[in-house]
């Protein structure tokens, strides 16, 4: 893929904040398969060890000071810490700010490299009609509240700010599969209870396989894009969306008379990522291909127990909060 390219003054040099996670497995993933060179820098939160043979640093990403003596060893910053999720993000709201806004305003007034942010579509919140960059904001959640926030830190530096659609499918092998997103947690029910419940339908929502993502940034750590894209490859009415699971996994689509809890609906617009050559991909992992990786590994045992707790943002971080470990 033909890009143009910065100059850089020294070899590049990744720092991936946060790399242990769910989405970071991919990206360390394709930072290794494109010779990169880079270090992991991560508190483990989500994860009872990291095992992937790459360079490592253990480390808070509210511990400044250490950040600060790290930083400038690195020329690009791939920046995924976060406390994920609006259930998660509810549950210790000081620690919410604290990790996914208080910490990026920080990097913008002290790193001077390139940066690429993980940001979320949620900051849309409720729309009826297509939504794109230009869109006002509508966030729902206080995730979605911080991301917007942190999103106004680096509005003028060199970064380039991805707001990511709805994650799905599986990363590495030694990351944390996470089951509480929309696709994976969906076709883990069709799976093990042969039915699939879906609440409301019409609301849309964007979605992008988690291989995907990861490609796009380090895809584009030496482009010259810059500022806020929406990134995604399909939306899809959550009703269709159990269609595909249930044509997959071959359990009954059942659909119930209550109300859909969540007041998310947004179809956006990914014009300016496509025009960018954003989303030019080896392979584009379609919403069939999440579906049946997922399938795989429960119908094949290979996740021992679907809804254990550590699959769950929401409930990992219940845990370790009420046990004292979180701060």
Not at 72 to 83: F, G, K, R, S
Not at 89 to 106: G, H, I, M, S
Request: hydrophobic share 40%.
């Amino acid at each position: 893929m033909q890009q143009k390219t910065l100059v850089e003054e020294r070899p590049i040099r990744v720092l991936v904040v946060g790399g242990a996670g769910y989405i970071g497995g991919s990206v360390t993933d394709f930072l290794i398969q494109r010779n990169i060179s880079f270090s992991v820098y991560d508190s483990l939160l989500y994860e009872q060890h990291y095992l992937k043979p790459v360079d490592f640093i253990y480390g808070d990403i509210r511990d400044t000071k250490k950040l600060k003596d790290i930083l400038p060893d690195y020329t690009h910053v791939i920046w995924l810490a976060a406390i994920v999720g609006d259930a998660a993000c509810r549950v210790y709201p000081q620690l919410t700010k604290a990790v996914n806004q208080d910490t990026v305003e920080w990097l913008s007034q002290n790193y001077n490299g390139r940066i690429i942010f993980a940001s979320t579509c949620s900051v849309y919140g409720q729309n009826d009609h297509e939504v794109n960059e230009e869109s006002d904001l509508n966030p729902l959640s206080l995730y979605a509240e911080t991301k917007a926030h942190a999103e106004s830190f680096l509005i003028n530096k060199n970064a380039l700010i991805f707001r990511l659609g709805t994650v799905f499918g599986y990363s590495d092998t030694y990351s944390r599969l996470r089951m509480d997103l929309a696709v994976n947690y969906m076709t883990a029910n069709a799976v093990l209870k042969g039915t699939l419940k879906i609440f409301g339908g019409s609301q849309w929502r964007p979605l992008m396989h988690v291989r995907n993502i990861a490609e796009a940034i380090v895809d584009n750590l030496q482009t010259a894009h810059v500022g806020i894209y929406n990134l995604a490859t399909f939306n899809y009415q959550i009703k269709s969306l159990g269609e595909e699971i249930a044509r997959i996994t071959g359990c009954v689509a059942e659909y119930a008379d209550e109300k859909f809890q969540d007041n998310r609906n947004y179809h956006v617009s990914t014009s300016k990522a496509n025009s960018a050559g954003i989303l030019k991909f080896e392979k584009v992992y379609t919403v069939a291909d999440g579906v049946q990786q997922i399938y795989d590994l429960i119908s094949s045992h290979r996740i021992k127990y679907a809804e254990n707790d550590v699959y769950f943002n929401e409930r990992h971080v219940t845990n370790l909060y009420h046990n004292g470990e979180l701060i």
